[in-house]
């Protein structure tokens, strides 16, 4: 599982090149990835997502085992899914600027080898060094990703990676980790994210206040955590395409049925990108409690301030604003919910 979840944060990094050549930035940015697939049906239709955005950019159809996609980066490198319509082949796919090929003519998407993108061999390259780990070592994983970053201050995979591992590493290791980094590094996305963890973040415990925000309800209209005073409120962290969260749903559906008449509520905070597909989750899930979502996935404020790193998860706070529990689930849910409201 930590394997899983390392390549899953692996897979929303970004290296920065430097690139000295006269090209217009179209022609500096231009991609081609000329692919190789096995046994797949002529007419089969992939798909190039951009990771961060969850934005299809390309549709590819495979003939003759064979496929080619070109166009232009914003920002070079980018990291992709590509993928089939269902999922049932897919991969992480750093995409540079140039001609790359792509070989799963023997293997699936998840083995494929890709050549023509640094970047792709550094993130391959870090994943085999922890390879040889026991499963469970999170701690030496952990390690080997400080000493990268504090080995590659100017790097932009470093910048990626301490972006996704700040919420375990705290404040203080974040910071020292961030100062070093170039200006280039601390004006990325990723380095902006980081100062945002570094200035926003509250390190929540049981016992402490909670902490305001404002965002937007699937009607556009403002919501704020500090409404919903004077109610045991469950602060939920949820999405459309998280499967644990959805699972999770029809028992909050009934715990919130129970307790909402004697003075329990629910705000829901989505790390959804498209508002179509919350909302249509919302419907079909029967989540009639209060929503908010900036559509902005892990970059979104409250999972900012609260220091969310995997969901579902939640805080449940009193009528007075401190919080009484986090992450709870079931019966130990009810239980802190039935100790509030008494």
């Known amino acids: 599982m930590m394997k899983i979840r390392l390549a899953c944060l692996l897979s929303l990094m970004l290296l920065a090149l430097a690139c000295n050549q006269k090209l217009s930035p179209v022609e500096a940015n231009h991609y081609t990835i000329n692919g190789k697939t096995s046994e797949m049906p002529d007419g089969t239709i992939l798909y190039l997502t951009e990771t961060l955005s969850n934005k299809i950019v390309d549709s590819i159809k495979v003939t003759g085992n064979t496929f080619q996609t070109e166009g232009v980066l914003v920002v070079s490198p980018t990291n992709f899914y590509l993928h089939t319509e269902d999922f049932s082949e897919y991969v992480s796919i750093w995409v540079e600027?140039?001609?790359?090929?792509?070989?799963?003519?023997?293997?699936?998407?998840?083995?494929?080898?890709?050549?023509?993108?640094?970047?792709?061999?550094?993130?391959?390259?870090?994943?085999?060094a922890i390879a040889s780990l026991e499963e469970d070592d999170m701690e030496e994983t952990e390690r080997l990703a400080m000493e990268f970053i504090g080995k590659h201050p100017a790097n932009r995979l470093s910048a990626s990676?301490?972006?996704?591992?700040?919420?375990?590493?705290?404040?203080?290791?974040?910071?020292?980790?961030?100062?070093?980094?170039?200006?280039?590094?601390?004006?990325?996305?990723?380095g902006k994210r980081?100062?945002?963890?570094?200035?926003?973040?509250k390190d929540h415990q049981i016992g402490d206040r909670f902490t305001d925000f404002?965002?937007?309800?699937?009607?556009?209209?403002s919501i704020k955590l500090s409404d919903h005073l004077g109610k045991v409120t469950l602060l939920e962290f949820w999405a459309s395409?998280?499967?644990?969260?959805?699972?999770?749903?029809?028992?909050?559906?009934?715990?919130?049925?129970?307790?909402?008449?004697?003075?329990?509520?629910?705000?829901?905070?989505s790390l959804d990108f498209s508002k179509e597909d919350w909302e249509r989750a919302i419907?079909?899930?029967?989540?009639?409690w209060t929503h908010g979502s900036d559509l902005k996935g892990r970059n979104s404020l409250p999972v900012i301030i609260y220091g969310i790193n995997a969901i579902p998860d939640n805080y449940l706070i009193d009528s007075n604003g401190?919080?009484?529990?986090?992450?709870?689930?079931?019966?130990?849910?009810?239980?802190?919910?039935?100790?509030?409201?008494?």
């Open 97 to 128: 600027s140039g001609t790359m090929t792509f070989d799963a003519s023997a293997t699936d998407f998840k083995h494929a080898i890709i050549t023509g993108s640094e970047t792709q061999t550094e993130a391959r390259d870090f994943l085999e």
């Open 161 to 190: 990676m301490l972006a996704g591992y700040a919420p375990n590493w705290g404040k203080a290791k974040v910071e020292e980790l961030y100062n070093p980094f170039s200006q280039a590094n601390k004006e990325s996305e990723y």
């Open 194 to 201: 980081i100062w945002q963890y570094i200035t926003l973040h």
């Open 214 to 221: 404002e965002i937007s309800n699937p009607e556009g209209e």
């Open 241 to 269: 395409w998280c499967g644990p969260c959805r699972k999770q749903n029809p028992e909050l559906v009934k715990t919130y049925k129970k307790y909402h008449q004697q003075g329990f509520d629910i705000i829901g905070i």
């Open 283 to 288: 419907h079909a899930d029967s989540l009639v």
């Open 322 to 342: 401190i919080i009484i529990g986090k992450y709870l689930w079931g019966e130990d849910l009810e239980m802190e919910i039935q100790r509030g409201l008494n």
